[in-house]
């Protein structure tokens, strides 16, 4: 019986490696780029929702130039944080692109926070008004926390961060954590219309669900404002993705086949993708006035580059578990 060994990465080990934030909006960057010139493949993710508030998606991605090949599997339940658990919960699969043999499994949450952040702050460098300086931020969790940490790096006048969050201990440890790390003034809202207006970037970051009941409106928005939803369509309203001027994103295919779904069934047009944006084939913001949205669905792309490199570096560190794989 042949055996070799696989490469266990838990989250603990993946964080002590202190990647460099730059680093990995370089490596996403890198991936849309390629996307581009089509010598990846992302299939539509698959997803299945055992509740209302849990979805579960299988994220497949072969990115060529870089010999990556894996598969996320990913998680999230808004009932999670009741119970004390974190809400995106998941592992990643990286296989060997030439015998298809599982190489390493490593923990998906960091690297889903990070590589989510760094793809809004590369849409933002392409959609967001030059002069921004606020930022709101709708649910002040991981992804809160990371959206703050990327675009902070991608907007030089940044100076103030309005914030709401339905449990207010959240908003009181994310205060902390921006006035620790960024020195940046907090303005914390007593409602998300509140936090939302006057404000250059607004990111939800809330739950997704299946049967959403949504609340943003478009009407909240200032002239020239970007809207950066990652919940898909379960916070703004219905009225918002037909209203907005733009709509940007990371995978046109993708957002169709959600469409088929029943997600976004306002939306008519889409004015590009991202990697065209990152190319220079199409133009992003031409007008400081315009109502701009980056819907980013999630591209497994961008999580199996960053996945690949921080296996090459564990390599090279000595780290993570051995675990032998019997054939």
Request: charged share 25%.
């Amino acid at each position: 019986m042949a055996s070799y060994k696989i490469v266990y990465l838990s989250k603990k080990e993946i964080e002590s490696m202190c990647i460099n934030s730059l680093d990995i909006m370089q490596w996403v960057e890198t991936a849309f780029k390629e996307k581009y010139f089509k010598t990846v493949e992302i299939p539509p993710k698959p997803g299945i929702h055992p509740s209302n508030g849990t979805f579960i998606h299988a994220m497949p991605a072969f990115i060529q130039k870089f010999d990556a090949v894996g598969i996320k599997w990913i998680a999230g339940s808004a009932l999670n944080p009741l119970k004390n658990l974190p809400y995106l919960t998941g592992l990643i699969i990286l296989n060997d692109p030439e015998t298809g043999l599982p190489i390493s499994i490593m923990d998906a949450a960091w690297i889903t926070a990070k590589r989510t952040a760094a793809v809004s702050a590369i849409s933002a460098k392409y959609l967001a008004r030059k002069d921004s300086e606020t930022i709101s931020i709708i649910g002040c969790g991981v992804q809160g926390r990371s959206h703050l940490e990327f675009l902070s790096l991608v907007l030089k006048n940044l100076k103030k961060v309005s914030v709401f969050d339905i449990v207010f201990e959240r908003v009181l440890e994310f205060e902390n954590f921006v006035q620790k790390n960024f020195g940046l003034e907090v303005r914390k809202s007593s409602s998300p219309g509140e936090a939302v207006q006057g404000s250059d970037i607004i990111v939800t970051a809330t739950p997704i669900l299946k049967n959403p009941k949504p609340v943003g409106r478009i009407e909240w928005v200032k002239n020239g404002g970007l809207i950066v939803p990652l919940e898909f369509d379960s916070y703004w309203l219905p009225e918002t993705f037909s209203k907005v001027d733009k709509i940007y994103t990371d995978d046109i295919e993708q957002l169709k086949y959600y469409q088929t779904l029943g997600h976004f069934p306002s939306i008519k047009k889409v004015d590009g993708e991202l990697c065209e944006l990152i190319v220079g084939r199409i133009e992003g913001r031409v007008d400081d006035k315009e109502k701009i949205m980056a819907l980013n669905l999630g591209l497994a792309i961008s999580d199996i580059i960053v996945a690949k490199k921080i296996y090459e570096k564990a390599l090279a560190k000595n780290l993570g578990l051995s675990l032998e794989y019997n054939m």
